[in-house]
């Protein structure tokens, strides 16, 4: 007897020569999703009883005669069911594509967040103890020969800052590509559209604070009185910007680190 599983297995398709005992000819087809692939035979049946279960498969019992393939109801279940399989074929191998693409897009952002992490690590190291020399030194005497131990002091402290900040902004550049790829694309739902949006401009505002922060370690590294009156304004900035990066990290029930 046909049998299916999840749509899948075999199944009769057409009614012809309808007999006075109910009795028909039809055609057994191998099934995909439901749709008729492959016929491998014809016969005259008469129902006699379906057992079903929903959930998972659908079975039909019948009276069988074997009788030679129809090729006319074999013609025109295909003129039916092959566009329908088209069109089913077709939305699943959309939707298959959709499903790669955003495993792949999940996959580069993982391993481009781990790459900014140790990145952003290193790169705070350096700009640590950059900062942490500079801020100490403002508490100290500003004597004409302090001044100079300082310059060279911060010069040796804060040269090594740009170069990893570079790396950072490297990775955050790679990660804003990746995001933005994947906006340009169809794979994104709604509320993923929306999520990965937001995502986006945190990571504008990261980029930028990170470019301001390397404005602050060149101007340390070759520290004047010119370099010393626009280290505070930058830093009031980057502090601003991280609450609003924060803020929109919230937004996407994400915490702020």
């Known amino acids: 007897m ?7 297995g075999t199944r009769y398709y057409g009614k012809r020569e309808l007999a006075e005992d109910a009795s028909y000819i039809t055609t057994l087809w191998i099934t995909g999703l439901y749709g008729p692939i492959l016929p491998l035979g014809s016969y005259r049946v008469r129902p006699v009883g379906q ?37 089913i074929g077709g939305f699943a ?28 690590s ?9 900062l942490q020399l500079f801020k100490a030194a403002r508490q100290k005497d500003k004597s004409s020969d302090n001044r100079a131990s300082l310059r060279n002091d911060l010069h040796d402290r804060c040269a090594p800052v740009a170069a990893a900040i570079d790396v950072y902004l490297a990775k955050v ?9 994947g906006l340009a694309g169809k794979a994104l739902d709604e509320d993923e559209r929306s999520y990965y949006t937001t995502y986006r401009s945190i990571w504008n505002i990261r980029s930028h604070e990170a470019s301001e922060t390397r404005q602050i370690a060149v101007c340390l590294e070759n520290f ?7 280290v505070s304004p930058l830093i009031e900035a980057i502090d601003k910007e991280d609450k609003q990066a924060c803020s929109l990290l919230a937004s996407v029930n994400q915490k702020c680190e």
Request: with cysteine.
């Open 2 to 8: 046909p049998y299916t599983l999840n749509g899948f």
């Open 93 to 120: 191998w959309s939707e298959v594509k959709k499903d790669r693409a955003k495993e792949s897009m999940h996959a580069h952002m993982q391993t481009t967040v781990n790459e900014i992490d140790a990145a952003q």
């Open 173 to 181: 550049g790679k990660m804003q590509a990746i995001l933005g790829e």
């Open 51 to 87: 057992g079903s279960n929903y959930v998972v498969h659908r079975s039909q019992n019948y009276q069988v005669a074997k009788v030679p393939l129809c090729w006319e109801q074999v013609w025109h279940v295909y003129m039916i069911g092959a566009p329908i399989l088209l069109i």
């Open 122 to 130: 290193a790169a705070e190291k350096l700009e640590t103890d950059c």
């Open 224 to 230: 004047s009185s010119d370099c010393y009156a626009g």
